[in-house]
């Protein structure tokens, strides 16, 4: 017979075996548990570095609608890009740029890749925002909107038809809006002259109606443009790359030749020209216009408002063709940057 060391070895010589097993389970769940663990983890530090870079996308957008670039943007033509870098509140670098799709819309775009933190490669992100650039709404109801009687004289011309072309800065496909030629309280031949044909005109009817809109326009106006104060010194305008925004702030403001502008130009007072101003865009005169005796070239929109002198005296050279690119791109110069009437959305890459 066996003895009892005898047995208890043979015993423990079956259950080896099952302890190797038992211990070789017991690692792998531990693997599985850690490897399970760490992939969690690592997926966690993923969305979160997807998180941090949405959120620095979204803050390079609304950085740069808070510091909008109204002249540096509104210099630029329809499709020009503008492109920047900013650094939000965690110290993360976005590449924004601005495209200009059109005088009033614009797209914003910013580009966000963060260094690995916990993860295996780069974390990147797109944010795509469509704005609309906001003008202040001024009444522009004719090529010559004049809350006044306008007066003039052969060879005076009045163009409302507002023409689609290659030379004006939005291209021949575009969509066109004519417009009145003159929208004023009367048109008239000046004293002494004649005006053989009369351009096409309309009365406005609520002519307080008309100056409010203008007031509430103005005060936006003046906020917006850089000012210059003018005193009885003739002004010599001379028009520089791209579109620009200009106040001449003065009782009476004279404009010698040879002058010329593209953008908006507005006049706090009454404006007399002397010799040639060409215009490429909006003129805003607040007071008084006489260019009598002057050439007075316009492509794109005249507003008068009169105050304190109801007319308006044209010269028999002066000739003014609506242009409706022109009138955007001046008044894009004074506008700022609204999400309506379009939404946003993202577009992440990886």
Do not use: K
Not at 35 to 64: I, K
Not at 104 to 133: I, Q
Not at 194 to 209: E, F, I, K, V, Y
Not at 276 to 303: K, M, T, Y
């Amino acid at each position: 017979m066996r003895s009892a060391a005898a047995e208890r070895a043979r015993r423990a010589g079956f259950v080896l075996p099952f302890v190797v097993v038992a211990t070789a389970m017991v690692a792998v769940l531990a693997l599985a548990a850690i490897s399970t663990s760490w992939r969690g983890h690592r997926a966690t530090r993923l969305a979160a570095n997807g998180v941090r870079a949405q959120f620095a996308g979204d803050e390079g957008v609304a950085l740069q609608l808070d510091a909008w670039p109204a002249d540096s943007l509104a210099a630029l033509p329809p499709g020009a890009t503008i492109s920047t870098r900013l650094t939000t509140a965690v110290g993360d670098s976005v590449r924004v740029r601005i495209t200009r799709t059109h005088p009033l819309a614009a797209w914003l775009t910013a580009d966000v890749a963060l260094e690995p933190r916990g993860t295996p490669g780069l974390v990147r992100r797109h944010v795509t925002r469509v704005v609309s650039l906001e003008p202040p709404v001024l009444p522009i109801v004719g090529a010559l909107t004049a809350i006044a009687a306008v007066y003039g004289q052969d060879p005076t011309t009045i163009d409302g038809r507002d023409f689609a072309d290659g030379s004006d800065a939005c291209g021949a496909l575009r969509d066109t809006l004519s417009l009145v030629p003159v929208a004023s309280s009367a048109l008239r031949a000046s004293g002494g002259g004649t005006w053989t044909t009369l351009p096409a005109s309309q009365t406005l009817a609520d002519t307080a109606a008309v100056r409010a809109t203008f007031e509430r326009a103005w005060l936006s106006l003046r906020a917006r443009s850089p000012v210059r104060v003018s005193d009885s010194t003739p002004q010599l305008l001379t028009a520089s790359r791209g579109w620009h925004a200009l106040l001449l702030d003065g009782p009476v403001v004279t404009v010698r030749a040879p002058s010329e502008w593209r953008g908006l130009l507005a006049v706090n007072g009454d404006l007399v020209v002397s010799g040639r101003l060409d215009v490429e865009g909006v003129v805003v005169v607040r007071g008084h216009l006489d260019v009598r005796g002057a050439a007075l070239r316009i492509r794109g929109a005249l507003i008068v408002a009169s105050l304190g002198h109801p007319s308006v005296q044209l010269g028999d050279q002066t000739a003014l063709r609506y242009d409706r690119c022109a009138v955007q791109l001046a008044l894009a110069t004074i506008a700022v940057p609204r999400a309506q009437p379009f939404s946003r959305w993202y577009s992440p890459l990886h």
